[in-house]
């Protein structure tokens, strides 16, 4: 990683001077922009696992569960308002830097303009959702939540810039200086306050210091205007992203809505802790990989499409095998984890996250798939997918939730996830014939290598009893497989070697 300086560049004369960064090769800058993500990433979810550590021992599961109820509905406006408007950014090729420019200007406009409303809605929002969970501090604290959505869209749109240009470094210390600055501060409130609105306003406080941060990490400033041709562009885009991001509201956020409903506080402050857990590899992973890989397939359509199959399967088959190789300890070891870093009022948490452990692979390979569709710029393959996988989603949630509670709801997504998986990989198979077949002999393989791993780590794991000593043998089960698939998949050894030299 280079050394990074805040003069480095002079983008606010007209967006960019990055000349350099910009002409180096493309898989340099996703190599680079990769190690930059991942590293983001990983620091980012060692904080906010500093931060629920911490949290879980000061406050009880009733206050992440009412924290849970606000998000619920904050998250639903969000959805329903949004138009993926930075994606026009880095999937459009500009003619010009005043077009990019009258771009960025417009794009802020537009999300400043729905920030203020989203704050809005929020607030009138706040009585019925308190008393759909029958929760009277609802009314409270769902406005202030609101404030959050409102910052936000003062952040500067400079930052999507970077993205455009696959250069990440930048970013990654703009979100490390924002998340141990966040941190701190709810870790702080935590230990004054002790309740609910710890989080509240340590989220709300961390997103202040997000959007000031911007202007000191960019030195683009937005203005207030509104350019037909680029505000037809956002619309444009905006209709699939508004249908994706309702899906995905529903994904996320039904679960929680049901489980805060049907089985009270304790349980969502359970669930949510398990889902976090196991959402943890899709973050450093899979959003690292969408957010380096989103910007190179646009390049790489616009360039060389006739490599897009290799470029695809190579990302494919490391990050499965990578996700398959976290889920299995996770899936033998749920419970003990749960216990040993959080305590035993955490019990119902360890038994929804066995269940969610499987979600991570399919989840993670629905984002992979989605992620190619966009850099192709078929966002409707993306909104069919993402529909017809909350449809099935909402179909099994309100039964199982109720025959199974907790776990019940991690079911439902695994059967929500695997459906998506199916669904992609047909819309994938339109797009480059011939290639379904290749993917699930990979799959296969992997799977296996999984399998055997699970059987001897689970045989070892009999002769165990205490939680750390399980712990610790329960990381066979990720070592066997990746010895596995490296001692017979040349490819894997190969492409490894490609992205980690």
């Known amino acids: 990683m280079t050394p990074f300086h805040l003069t480095e560049t002079r983008s606010a004369e007209i967006i960019s001077n990055r000349i350099d960064a910009v002409n180096l090769p493309l898989a340099k800058r996703v190599r680079s922009g990769l190690s930059w993500n991942v590293s983001s990433s990983l620091i980012a979810e060692a904080i906010r696992f500093v931060r629920s550590l911490v949290l879980a021992r000061i406050l009880v599961p009733e206050d992440f569960g009412l924290f849970g109820m606000a998000l619920t509905i ?87 810039i970077l993205r455009k240009e696959v250069s990440f470094a930048r970013i990654f210390w703009y979100e490390l200086a924002t998340n141990v600055v966040g941190i ?77 409903r049907l089985l009270g506080t304790g349980a969502l402050g359970n669930y949510s802790l398990a889902f976090n857990i196991a959402s943890a590899p899709i973050s450093v992973l899979i959003f690292s990989l969408a957010a ?29 095998m990578i996700m398959v190789t976290i889920a299995v ?20 948490a360890g038994e929804a996250l066995r269940v969610l452990a499987l979600v991570i692979p399919l989840r993670g390979l629905s984002l992979i798939i989605s992620t190619f569709f966009w850099g192709l710029n078929r966002p409707k393959d993306v909104a069919v997918g993402a529909t017809l996988e909350a449809v099935v989603f909402l179909a099994a949630l309100y039964p199982l939730i109720r025959a199974f509670g907790v776990t019940g709801a991690a079911w439902a997504a695994v059967i929500a996830y695997s459906f998506a998986g199916v669904i992609r990989l047909v819309a994938l198979s339109e797009i480059i014939p011939g290639i379904f ?4 002999r990979i799959s296969l393989f992997i799977l296996a290598a999984a399998g055997a791993g699970l059987l001897i780590a689970g045989f070892g794991l009999r002769f165990l009893t205490s939680p750390l000593p399980r712990v610790m043998g329960g990381l066979l089960s990720s070592i066997i497989p990746t010895v596995i698939l490296l001692s017979f998949k040349a490819d894997l050894r190969r492409w490894l070697n490609e992205w980690f030299s």
């Open 74 to 160: 904050v998250a639903a406006i969000n959805a329903l308002t949004m138009f993926g408007l930075d994606r026009t950014i880095v999937a459009t090729k500009f003619a010009s830097r005043d077009e990019l420019k009258a771009h960025l200007d417009t794009v802020w406009s537009a999300g400043l303009i729905r920030s203020l409303i989203i704050a809005l809605l929020v607030a009138a929002s706040a009585l019925p959702t308190a008393q759909f969970y029958r929760q009277p501090q609802l009314k409270i604290i769902i406005p202030i939540l609101g404030l959050v959505s409102l910052v936000q869209g003062f952040q500067n749109i400079g930052l999507a």
């Open 184 to 260: 701190t501060l709810t870790i702080a409130l935590g230990l004054v306050m002790r309740n609910v609105w710890a989080l509240v306003i340590g989220l709300l406080l961390t997103t202040v210091v997000g959007t000031i941060l911007s202007y000191v990490f960019h030195s683009y400033r937005p203005r207030l205007t509104f350019e037909r041709i680029a505000l037809r562009r956002v619309l444009t885009l905006g209709k699939f992203a508004l249908v994706i991001a309702f899906a995905l509201y529903v994904m996320n956020m039904a679960d929680n809505v049901m489980i805060g």
């Open 292 to 320: 380096v890989l989103f910007p190179a397939y646009a390049e790489i359509t616009a360039q060389r499409p006739n490599i897009l199959e290799l470029a695809f399967t190579k990302v494919f088959s490391i990050a499965l």
């Open 329 to 348: 300890p996770l899936f033998l070891l749920s419970g003990e984890v749960v216990q040993l870093l959080f305590g035993s009022k955490w019990t119902t």
């Open 437 to 440: 077949p290749k993917l699930f």
